[in-house]
T-cell receptor
């Protein structure tokens, strides 16, 4: 079946603008995760959804970052008033949820560049 | 803060060599440890290890977890240029959390 998909694949935006990144998980996966990877850094957890609820938002770096998930499927990560330090690859992953939460499958990512 | 350290950070070998990549972690009370291969953007799943001392194999790749000594290794035998990538390890289920905590990765380069 289809894997995790993300859009756009690349996004260039001016400092101060808002951006929305989209993730479509694997069908049947109830858990969805957002991570980001800055240049030369490891993957950093942002937020986790189980269904439409976000029981762990501990990785969101500031209140400019928010995410939602609707219908237990598609998720949107929104960054308001973007800053240059937000430039990174934003990766989405999904898993079967409580049955097997740690075997996470990643999408191709969105490369965000803030100029 | 949970700490995951991978070594070496970078490794260059010739095709056909065998390599061992290391992952040590200063976390306790976790459920599973995962290995991923990252060639461009998307990490691809390799192994999930839950029990200590049980080796998992997939073709030329194998991995094992030692929960007592707090490390895991990933072995690749008869390396090929297609094995060139960044290899990431990540414990999951730390203190019951669902997130994975990633190490900084090992950049492996296989020269022909």
């Amino acid at each position: 079946g289809a894997g995790v998909s993300q859009s756009p694949s690349n996004k260039v935006t001016e400092k101060g603008k808002d951006v929305e990144l989209r993730c479509d998980p694997i069908s049947g996966h109830t858990a969805l995760y957002w991570y980001r990877q800055s240049l030369g850094q490891g993957l950093e957890f942002l937020i986790y959804f189980q269904g439409n609820s976000a029981p762990d938002k501990s990785g969101l770096p500031s209140d400019r970052f928010s995410a939602e998930r609707t219908g237990g499927s598609v998720s949107t990560l929104t960054i308001q008033r973007t800053q240059q330090e937000d430039s990174a690859v934003y990766l989405c992953a999904s898993s079967l949820g409580p049955r097997n939460p740690y075997e996470q499958y990643f999408g191709p990512g969105t490369r965000l560049t803030v100029t | 803060e949970d700490k995951v350290v991978q070594s070496p950070l970078s490794l260059v070998v010739h095709e056909g060599d065998t390599v061992t990549l290391n992952c040590s972690y200063e976390v306790t009370n976790f459920r599973s440890l995962l290995w991923y291969k990252q060639e461009k953007k998307a990490p691809t799943f390799l192994f999930m290890l839950t029990s200590s001392g049980i080796e998992k194999k997939s073709g030329r790749l194998s991995s094992i977890l030692d929960k007592k000594e707090l490390f895991s290794i990933l072995n690749i035998t008869a390396t090929q240029t297609g094995d060139s990538a960044i290899y990431l390890c990540a414990p999951g289920g730390i203190q019951g959390a669902q997130k994975l905590v990633f190490g900084q990765g090992t950049r492996l380069t296989i020269n022909p």
